[in-house]
């Protein structure tokens, strides 16, 4: 074993932002299970999280409700891609927190005044993940999809929940330029496409757009 990430894993009962160090995570919701009278009232239940639900802090509840609306029982079957964030503090030190950068169900970017303190407010942004389903239909122009068109491009920084789906992505583009797939994997120090962090698999394809060939 040779992933350093396994040995700094906390023992919790929930997801934590020390969880996510060197990484993101897309996780697919199977339930939202809701207490009140406690700290963190909201317990975000999904694939795989092996009895670590995501407890959602207030900020990122509104994000949800501000995309997904009030009514959780919904919300199972959609999905969310958490990142940690080093500066969100907590007791006036910088502890990190879990933060959300891209949901499922929403069209575009969206972008909300959050509160960090009483008496300040800052904007924070969310964008579309597009399922696999989507993404056949909105492939670029060229790409062996006839579906795609101009008017249907897939949003910036969006990421897809099927991660196999970067692959195949980035190998069409990759066809109009003298790039190979394996060069970028290999500059980015992972073996395989769906390895990639989003940002550097958005990178990656704008850079293969801007050096394709002229048809």
Same mark, same amino acid.
């Given at each position: 074993?040779?992933?350093?990430?396994?040995?700094? =894993?906390?023992?919790?009962?929930?997801?934590?932002?020390?969880?996510?160090?060197? @990484?993101?995570?897309?996780?697919?919701?199977? $339930?939202?299970? +809701?207490?009140?009278?406690?700290?963190?009232?909201?317990? +975000?239940? /999904?694939?795989?999280?092996?009895?670590?639900?995501?407890?959602?802090?207030?900020?990122?509840?509104r994000v949800m409700v501000s995309a997904?609306?009030?009514?959780?029982?919904?919300?199972?079957? @959609?999905?969310?891609?958490?990142? *940690?964030?080093?500066?969100?503090?907590?007791? $006036?030190?910088?502890? $990190?927190?879990? @933060?959300?950068?891209?949901?499922?169900?929403?069209?575009?970017?969206?972008?909300?005044?959050?509160?960090?303190? *009483?008496?300040?407010?800052?904007? /924070?942004?969310? *964008?579309? +993940? =597009?399922? *696999?389903?989507?993404?056949?239909?909105?492939?670029?122009?060229?790409?062996?999809?006839?579906?795609?068109?101009?008017?249907?491009?897939?949003?910036? $920084?969006?990421?897809?929940v099927d991660k196999?789906?970067?692959?195949?992505?980035?190998?069409?583009?990759?066809?109009?330029?003298? =790039?190979?797939?394996?060069? =970028?994997?290999?500059?980015?120090?992972?073996?395989?496409?769906?390895?990639?962090?989003?940002?550097?698999?958005?990178?990656?394809?704008?850079?293969?757009? @801007?050096?394709?060939?002229?048809?």
């Amino acid at each position: 074993m040779d992933d350093m990430r396994q040995t700094i =894993i906390p023992k919790s009962d929930q997801l934590n932002a020390d969880d996510l160090i060197g @990484r993101e995570m897309t996780i697919k919701i199977t $339930g939202v299970e +809701i207490k009140g009278g406690q700290e963190q009232p909201v317990s +975000i239940h /999904f694939e795989g999280d092996n009895g670590k639900p995501y407890k959602a802090c207030k900020s990122m509840c509104r994000v949800m409700v501000s995309a997904w609306g009030p009514d959780s029982s919904k919300y199972a079957g @959609r999905s969310l891609t958490l990142y *940690r964030d080093p500066k969100v503090k907590w007791g $006036g030190m910088e502890v $990190g927190g879990i @933060r959300i950068s891209h949901m499922s169900d929403i069209a575009d970017d969206m972008t909300m005044a959050l509160t960090v303190t *009483r008496a300040n407010k800052k904007q /924070f942004t969310v *964008r579309p +993940i =597009i399922s *696999r389903h989507t993404a056949h239909d909105q492939r670029p122009a060229g790409s062996g999809n006839t579906a795609a068109t101009s008017s249907s491009p897939v949003p910036a $920084g969006a990421v897809f929940v099927d991660k196999i789906e970067w692959a195949y992505t980035l190998q069409e583009l990759a066809k109009k330029t003298t =790039i190979t797939v394996a060069a =970028i994997l290999k500059k980015a120090n992972v073996e395989k496409a769906e390895d990639l962090t989003p940002e550097d698999y958005a990178a990656a394809c704008e850079m293969l757009k @801007r050096k394709a060939k002229p048809a």
